[in-house]
């Protein structure tokens, strides 16, 4: 009796796992309930950390947002001159070209799955679904944003399924970066008339709506033709054991 009741839990929990992994409809509700509870989690954290420092660290603390205020009170008054003389030259050229970036910070809530650390759950506001976002850590390209059961799953630049426009070299040859889930990521279909060396910067085109043009990846290391085109492997900027809070590219123009 012992021996069938064994059975028949383990064939249901099988079944079980099974319907989770498989089936959307039940994996669904399943992952949204788990990140909530794992939102909560996170925020407790950060609650109980922000006390302590508030209590043990203030001073210093102080004194250092008092520093980063500065530096952002100056970037913010550079970036709203330059909004301003955009917006004067579309108008003198009588021109319909608008620019309203919209960019917002998100957290990092947990890994998809254990062992795959280029994917994240995403806590992200008025998450819209049917869009790919652009990702970014500080100044650099951390990865894109895809909606999976309706959710954001961050793949971080190494993820096979990565992909985004950009440039390499100061003579900006265009080609397409995508992850190969190894240290570094690739170029590939780079115009084989380019010159491109070794300790090139690759940085975003703007040409994929995903991401603004400019934005730092990382570095050539080395260069291969084929095809009649050219690939790369780059040394990637974005490099964080420890993923917490990114910002996610809502908006481009």
């Known amino acids: 009796m012992n021996k069938e ?12 796992m099974g319907a989770l992994y498989y089936t959307n ?72 070209l608008k620019s309203f970036p919209k960019v917002q ?14 994917r994240l759950w995403l806590e992200v506001d008025d998450y819209n679904s049917s869009k790919i976002y652009g990702l970014i850590y500080k100044e650099f390209v951390a990865g894109i944003v895809i909606p999976k059961n309706n959710k954001a799953l961050a793949l971080l630049n190494r993820d096979i399924k990565c992909s985004y426009a950009v440039y390499v070299g100061k003579q900006k040859a265009p080609g397409v970066a995508h992850g190969n889930n190894d240290e570094n990521i690739v170029i590939e279909f780079i115009p084989s008339w380019f010159k491109i060396e070794k300790g090139d910067e690759v940085s975003t085109s703007g040409l994929d709506n995903i991401f603004f043009k400019g ?7 080395s260069v291969t033709k084929s095809q009649g085109y050219q690939n790369a492997i780059i040394e990637p900027y974005y490099n964080s054991n420890e993923p917490s809070y990114f910002h996610i590219i809502k908006k481009v123009r």
């Open 25 to 96: 409809t039940i994996q669904g509700p399943f992952v949204t309930a788990l990140n909530s509870i794992k939102s909560s989690y996170h925020n407790t954290i950060e609650y109980t950390q922000n006390t302590i420092d508030k209590h043990f660290f203030q001073a210093s603390q102080i004194e250092e947002l008092k520093e980063n205020l500065i530096k952002y009170e100056n970037n913010h008054l550079v970036m709203q001159q330059l909004a301003s003389e955009i917006t004067d030259l579309f108008a003198l050229n009588h021109s319909e």
């Open 105 to 118: 910070l998100t957290r990092a809530i947990s890994y998809e799955e254990f062992g795959n650390l280029n």
């Open 215 to 221: 934005l730092k990846v990382g570095r050539v290391l």
């Open 5 to 16: 009741l064994f059975s028949f839990f383990i064939i249901f929990v099988a079944l079980l």
